[in-house]
């Protein structure tokens, strides 16, 4: 069975060394023009290249998506940008809009993968895109396991599942809920995820009030129990949500997800219990498994009564380590003090937790709380800790080994 | 420019003595978003029945197609081979394939609603067998000219009606229900949904296929006509959720527009839809 890809999100360049350090074999990316996403930090050229420069050192791949549905006009120069991404050598190109697919399958020689923003949720509409010469298809959120094992067999196309983040809920890439009420393009990038208000329902049979709204929005995907399935059905790759979350989130997923991956992989005991832990630290909204176990129920809703805050535990990212000196330079995300006992989360560092014993400001005066938002702070530790580990606080009754600085 | 209306069998006994070039019939159980839909035997009466009217008839399958449906999907389209129909409309590209393997050989039409935005959208799907492109329902009016100048293709455009806005698999409604401890509602069933900053109910209803949301407003595009004249094939009039005065005197009103003749209609409940409406990727529609 071959190992899928593990693909990650990357709203900017320091997201993308995050994914890679952690583990991601993949990243996608937006760049300034033909994306959707408009609000995340869009790549330039120059971004782009330094981003393909850093993953191919790494052994990691990069595609960038292009799956706006473009207006009358909003494709001129897109045949000039297909040349530059050539050039730069991404690895793929994710597109939505039939015109895009096939003007980049006619003008590059770069590899064309549908996105799911097709909505392709059958395997005649994947192969009439197969015949046309793409590459990969990723499959429409709304399928089932055992839809996409029938589909993987009747296709030779490679195939593409989200197995974690947030879920329109419409048929992506089918919806103007967006440009209808805020007067937003959900197809061109400027979705106001206009299924996530609250709305008052009036009845024949069903009412609702304000107090106690109607919501269409669902709860974000989380797959951890359901990708040894996808790993035994040969799904080609796996791929994370989000290129407008936080370090910490795609730290978080990707690790876990990786983790995930490289156990089923080597035939390793699967404890799925110890995964799902790991990966509810990364959670900023509630989850559930969409419709992979089928038709999604009433818990994979996101009605307003549900629509809890997991605690925020990310501390402090390293930005850099002396181990000479034994001294890490962490950059502040959210408060801490001298006496908190923080998780390590790193690739190399399973389990590590360090208890802050000392804590000094930039200038080297000593401090009790990191309170200051991205304020710089040394702290010594003999924990070989490198750029893009992260500190967070231990969840209540962690079991991990603690080590004094 | 033709009219076309998507229509049930008794608003088309009134259709055929109006000024429609064409109706739209919903074939079961693969159509989504009409008045009804019919099964392959019971369409081949309506046709017989309204071919002295001189229509276009247009069958409609415009379904997201799960994979479990392919070979009733398949079965359908064979049923409907030989079919006296001018066009099979669809939104799902499985079903250029599959008619193409059971030899259905009615002009397809691609209505998948957002996908045909630009020229490069119908170029592409031209040289994938489309015969005619119905644009997206987002689209302004200079978006609808600009591609009609940039192509040679039959296109058309859902003009008149209310459009649809959301389409999600989830049973939103039932879902919500079982929230509350009620009983679901019954399938077809239209409730208003309204956010309290926004004036209008958008209506909502289940079928089979999941959850539907349409516009507050239904949309008319009388102020449009001139320019589609020009730039357009065919002009929907899509049916749901409205009654059959409304549709017969909005299709004499097109007829009306077309020939240069003043409307007579109210449409002062009706909005343009996207034809002039400003939208962009910020706040206010801000690009």
């Known amino acids: 069975m071959a190992r899928p890809e593990l693909l990650a999100p990357a709203g900017d360049l320091e997201r993308l060394k995050v994914a890679i350090r952690y583990g991601a074999d993949a990243v996608y990316l937006g760049g300034k023009s033909f994306s959707l996403r408009a609000r995340a930090s869009n790549f330039t050229l120059a971004d782009i290249a330094e981003g393909v420069r850093h993953a191919h050192a790494r052994g990691a791949r990069v595609y960038v998506t292009t799956n706006i549905l473009p207006r009358p006009g909003e494709l001129d120069g897109f045949c000039d940008y297909l040349a530059e991404l050539e050039r730069i050598g991404i690895d793929g190109l994710i597109c939505a809009s039939p015109g895009i697919i096939q003007l980049a399958l006619q003008h590059s020689s770069l590899p064309v993968h549908v996105s ?31 839809e996409i094992r029938t589909l993987r067999a009747r296709t030779g196309v490679e195939l593409e599942a989200f197995v974690h983040g947030g879920m329109c809920a419409s048929y992506s890439g089918k919806c103007t809920l967006s440009n209808t009420l805020a007067a937003r393009d959900a197809n061109r990038g400027g979705c106001a995820h206009s299924c996530r208000w609250a709305y008052e329902l009036l009845g024949p049979r069903l009412e609702s009030r304000f107090e106690d709204a109607f919501s269409l929005s669902a709860k974000d995907l989380q797959a951890i129990q359901e990708v040894p399935e996808l790993y035994s059905l040969g799904i080609d790759a796996l791929k994370i949500e989000g290129r407008m979350k936080s370090v910490h989130y795609v730290a978080t997923v990707v690790n876990t997800y990786r983790r995930l991956i490289d156990t089923l992989h080597a035939g390793e005991p699967l404890k799925l219990k110890t995964f799902l832990e790991e990966i509810a630290k990364a959670e900023n909204r509630p989850t559930a498994s969409g419709h ?15 629509a809890r805050r997991p605690i925020q535990r990310f501390a402090a990212l390293v930005r850099d ?37 000392e804590l000094r400001d930039e200038a080297g005066i000593p401090i009790a709380v990191a309170r200051h938002p991205r304020q710089r702070l040394r702290l010594r530790t003999d924990v070989a800790l490198k750029p893009y580990d992260i500190l967070r606080k231990q969840a209540p009754n962690s079991i991990a080994t603690t080590r004094k600085t | 420019m033709d009219i076309i209306v998507a229509a049930d069998a008794p608003l088309v006994e009134s259709l055929k003595t109006s000024s429609a070039d064409g109706v739209i019939f919903g074939v ?18 309506l046709l017989k029945d309204v071919s002295g009217a001189g229509f276009d008839v247009w069958l409609a399958m415009n379904a997201i197609i799960h994979e479990e449906e392919l070979p009733q999907v398949k079965q359908t389209l064979e049923a409907l081979r030989g079919v006296s129909a001018s066009g099979l409309l669809f939104a799902d590209l499985a079903i250029i394939r599959l008619a193409k393997a059971v030899g259905l050989e ?36 200079e978006g609808i000219e600009r591609i009609a100048e940039e192509t040679d293709a039959k296109l058309a455009f859902v ?7 959301f389409h999600s698999r989830r049973h939103q409604l039932s879902l919500f229900a079982e929230q509350q401890q009620q009983s679901p509602p019954a399938r077809g069933i239209v409730h208003y949904i309204r956010e309290h900053s926004r004036e209008g109910r958008c209506p909502i209803y289940e079928d089979a296929r999941g959850t539907h949301i349409f516009r507050p407003h239904p949309s008319a595009a009388f102020q449009a006509v001139e320019s589609f004249k020009n730039h357009l094939d065919f002009l929907i009039v899509d049916s749901l959720l409205l009654e059959d005065a409304a549709v017969l005197t909005a299709v004499e009103d097109y007829a009306r527009a077309r020939s240069g003749q ?22 206010g529609g801000r690009s």
């Open chain 1, 116 to 146: 799911t923003q097709q909505s392709l949720t059958n395997s005649e509409a994947v192969n009439f895109w197969y015949s046309r010469g793409v590459e990969r298809v990723i499959l429409a959120r709304e399928l089932s396991l055992e």
């Open chain 1, 292 to 306: 992979l176990r089928g038709t999604p129920t009433r818990d994979a809703q996101l009605f307003s009564r549900d």
């Open chain 1, 321 to 357: 380590y002396d181990t000479e000196r034994g001294e890490a330079v962490l950059e502040q995300r959210s408060p801490f003090r001298v006496g908190d006992t923080l998780e390590v989360l790193s690739p190399d560092l399973p389990g590590e937790t360090i208890t802050i014993s």
């Open chain 2, 28 to 45: 079961a159980p693969f159509a989504q978003r009409f008045r009804e839909n019919y099964k392959p035997s019971r369409l081949r009466e």
């Open chain 2, 106 to 141: 009615l002009p397809l039409i691609y209505h998948p609603e957002t996908y045909v935005t630009s020229a490069a959208d119908v170029r592409a799907l031209a040289a994938a067998g489309v015969d005619v492109h119905v644009l997206a329902r987002e689209s302004t009016l």
């Open chain 2, 159 to 165: 003009g008149h009606g209310h459009l649809n806005m």
């Open chain 2, 262 to 283: 003043t409307i007579k209609g109210d449409y002062r409940q009706y909005d343009s839809g996207f034809l002039f409406e400003q939208t962009g990727l910020k706040p």
